[in-house]
C-alpha cells in the first residue's frame, strides 16, 4: 500500500508560482508512474501531468505545457510540480496519484491517490 500526502497549496495572485509536493509512504516509488490531476469547481477531473516510472520522461496537459514542471525525487519519495505564470483557470484541487508500473508511458489508471491540496488563483 503507497499513501501520499501533497502539500504547497494556497492563495496567489495571478502570474505568481506555487510548488506542490507529494510524499509517499509505504513504499519506494523506485517503480511507481507518477500522475498530478486536478478538479475544479462544478468540473470533472483532469489530467495535469505524469512523470514516468523508467526513464524520468514528462508529460504535460495543453492547457499546463510550458507553465508547470513535474519532477521527481526517490531518494526522498517525493515528487514535485512547479507551477508558473499561475491563472485563474488553474484554481482548482490538485491531487497526485501513482501507479506500479514498468512501462515508460503514462498509466491509464492509478491505483493510490492523495487527498489533494487546493490552490487558488485570485487577484
Known amino acids: 500500500q503507497v499513501q501520499l500526502v501533497e502539500s504547497g497549496g494556497g492563495v496567489v495572485q495571478p502570474g505568481g508560482s506555487l510548488r506542490l509536493s507529494c510524499t509517499a509512504s509505504g513504499s519506494s516509488l523506485d517503480y511507481y508512474a507518477l500522475g498530478w490531476f486536478r478538479q475544479a469547481p462544478g468540473k470533472g477531473r483532469e489530467a495535469v501531468s505524469c512523470?514516468?516510472?523508467?526513464?524520468?520522461?514528462?508529460y504535460y496537459a495543453d492547457s499546463v505545457r510550458g507553465r508547470f514542471t513535474m519532477s521527481r525525487d526517490n531518494a526522498n519519495n517525493t515528487v514535485f510540480l512547479h507551477m508558473y505564470s499561475l491563472k485563474s483557470g488553474d484554481t482548482a484541487v490538485y491531487y497526485c496519484?501513482?501507479?506500479?508500473?514498468?512501462?515508460?508511458?503514462?498509466?491509464?489508471?492509478?491505483?493510490?491517490w492523495g487527498q489533494g491540496t487546493q490552490v487558488t488563483v485570485s487577484s
Open positions: 496519484a501513482a501507479q506500479r508500473t514498468l512501462m515508460s508511458s503514462c498509466p491509464r489508471e492509478y491505483d493510490y
Open positions: 512523470i514516468s516510472a523508467t526513464d524520468g520522461s514528462t
